[in-house]
């Protein structure tokens, strides 16, 4: 598996396969460090995401139901949020726990948004930039009722075992609600999910008549247009919900 970001100053970060963590100039080639990981003992990242905020990296390392932190001036990875004990708990960053954090990103404001899969949830983490460490606040924004399949109401809302998102343009969110062969769409001014695409088989959504979603896994946003990963391969969809 291979993950790479841009950071400021045109610099780039790659995760290549072995956790190896390279920090490159910005001829993309030329290495300046490679960070040492050993704080993980051999658990996998999944995702990374540059902190505007924080002024660092943050790493989603499932296995270990923990977000990792690294920034410019070290060469490790620290914690960051997390008690290690698999759950959903909202709060302080480091009292927080997490099922399985298997995807993250950033919003326009500075908010982390995140994928926990085991407690089939969305959270987001915000951040304070008036104190010193940023005061990172967990929130669960979807999710609090457990898995299921239910549009409506942020708080009353349920994903089943997603494992992906994105940030829209617009600053909305899609998520790959794996569990439930769909993709959903979450409008965080109203705090409204609905389902965009595909779904139970009552109230599927269709795109395409020779097309049904079958466990999404990856949902990637490129010129205006979705692109969404499945069992059944690769496919483009119309962002016509936004």
């Known amino acids: 598996m291979e993950l790479s970001i841009g950071l400021p100053d045109g610099l780039l970060m790659r995760l290549t396969e072995g956790n190896v963590l390279t920090l490159f100039e910005k001829d993309h080639e030329t290495v300046r460090r490679t960070v040492d990981c050993s704080v993980l003992g051999g658990a996998p990242i999944v995702d990374l995401v540059w902190s505007h905020k924080l002024s660092a990296v943050i790493a989603a390392v499932p296995s270990l139901h923990k977000l990792y932190r690294w920034d410019p001036y070290t060469d490790v990875l620290y914690e960051f949020a997390g008690t290690g004990e698999s759950g959903r708990r909202d709060g302080k960053a480091a009292q927080a726990k997490f099922a399985a954090t298997v995807s993250i990103t950033e919003d326009g404001n500075g908010t982390l ?3 926990d899969r085991d407690s089939s949830s969305l959270r ?3 951040i304070d930039t008036d104190k010193p460490d940023g005061g990172p606040q967990v929130c669960t924004v979807v999710g609090r009722r457990g898995a299921g399949f239910a549009d409506g109401p942020a708080d009353v809302a349920q994903l089943d075992h997603p494992e992906d998102l994105q940030i829209l343009y617009d600053g909305s969110i899609v998520i790959a609600d794996t569990g439930n062969d769909a993709i959903r769409h979450l409008d965080p001014g109203s705090r409204e ?12 959504v269709e795109f395409d008549d020779d097309i049904r979603l079958k466990r999404p896994v990856r949902v990637t946003v490129a010129d205006s247009e979705l692109w969404v990963e499945d069992d059944n391969g690769r496919h483009r969809l119309e962002l016509h919900f936004v």
């Open 124 to 126: 987001c983490i915000e």
């Open 193 to 204: 999910l609905e389902t965009v695409y595909g779904g139970h088989d009552a109230d599927a």
């Open 113 to 115: 948004w995140l994928i």
